[in-house]
């Protein structure tokens, strides 16, 4: 797993630590330190702790003038034990929302396990960028992590979707993609 490092491509457009309006702003990142662990197996440490001991992310890109993030995410996302989905909400999505983000773009491709619980915060989070205007999409998950995502029954709240070339995309294209799919035209 140290070999896993977030996609870097982006970074001549955006590093979250030097953003002063991100959750990660001035955080410290070594690439010779390995100190953040899953389960025993150290990380890169280019990884953001989101404040669960399972579940690591990276913002790789955050366009406020457009008003979208893209968060890319390691490890086991556990609801039952941890209640991940409310510290990603509370941690990172919320304090990008306060500063005018409204959709999420998260990449779940090295999500190795996903264990549900009650689907109140996905619900909660759903609601309220609906109401701003925005949405919420997870790409990529693994098939194993997928179905139990599935079963219970959390796609109404947190769309499920497959686009393998994503790092093709230039963010903006990446974001456009996804915005003609979920938000609604504007009746004037």
């Not at 996302?77 to 409204?102: C, H, Q, S, Y």
Request: a negative charge.
């Amino acid at each position: 797993m140290h070999a896993l490092e977030p996609f870097y491509n982006w970074q001549h457009q955006y590093i979250s630590e030097a953003d002063t309006r991100s959750p990660f702003y001035g955080r410290p990142h070594s690439e010779f330190e390995y100190s953040h662990t899953i389960y025993n197996y150290y990380i890169h440490p280019q990884w953001d702790d989101l404040g669960s001991k399972t579940l690591y992310g990276k913002v790789l890109i955050a366009d406020y003038e457009e008003g979208y993030v893209v968060l890319e995410l390691i490890g086991e996302w556990n609801d039952a034990v941890e209640n991940d989905i409310m510290t990603l909400k509370r941690e990172v999505l919320e304090p990008f929302v306060a500063e005018g983000i409204r959709s999420f773009i998260l990449i779940a491709e090295n999500v190795l396990n996903f264990h549900s619980d009650i689907s109140d915060y996905y619900e909660e989070l759903a609601e309220e960028l609906a109401e701003q205007g925005g949405w919420i999409v997870c790409l990529n998950l693994p098939d194993a992590s997928r179905d139990e995502f599935e079963q219970a029954g959390l796609e109404q709240f947190l769309p499920l979707r497959e686009l393998i070339d994503w790092r093709n995309y230039k963010p903006i294209h990446l974001y456009r993609k996804f915005k003609s799919e979920f938000e609604l035209p504007r009746l004037e």
